[in-house]
């Protein structure tokens, strides 16, 4: 059987290791599900969400035509909560203070070029 990238298939695990879990997706085809791909957030221990012989929905992410590895994930076919706790926000600092930017030190410039030019003036 052919895959394809994007497509959603059955598959069941054979195998948990530490940075992931092996699908057999047919008889003679199996992929592999990046610890990172399970779930959103952050995963601590795979074994508390996948174990051997249970059947998954995935979907091919990535399919490498020289060593046929078959990428896959679950973490895509389950929507991102906005009411989930460990949801982060984007902060953006700003700062109307007037002693940041270009605009101090053009003001002060004109100083240490004086400043400068006395020091070497007096050696």
């Known amino acids: ?19 992931g879990a092996f699908i057999a997706l047919d008889e003679t085809t199996q ?5 990172s791909e399970c779930q ?3 995963v601590k221990d795979i074994h508390q969400i996948l174990h051997v012989g249970q059947q998954i929905q995935v979907q091919v ?3 490498d035509e020289f060593s046929k590895k078959i990428s896959l994930s679950r973490r895509t076919l389950t929507p991102l909560s906005t009411d ?4 982060r926000r984007k902060y953006y600092w700003t700062s109307r203070d007037e002693h940041t ?4 030190i053009a003001e002060r410039l004109p100083e240490w070029i004086t400043t400068a030019l006395d020091e070497l003036v007096k050696e």
Do not use: R
């Open 1 to 19: 059987m052919t895959y394809h990238i994007g497509d959603v298939l059955k598959g069941t695990v054979t195998g948990i290791q530490p940075y």
């Open 31 to 35: 992929g592999l599900i990046h610890i």
């Open 40 to 42: 959103h957030g952050y």
């Open 61 to 63: 992410l990535d399919i």
């Open 84 to 87: 989930n706790e460990h949801f």
């Open 101 to 104: 930017g270009f605009k101090p």
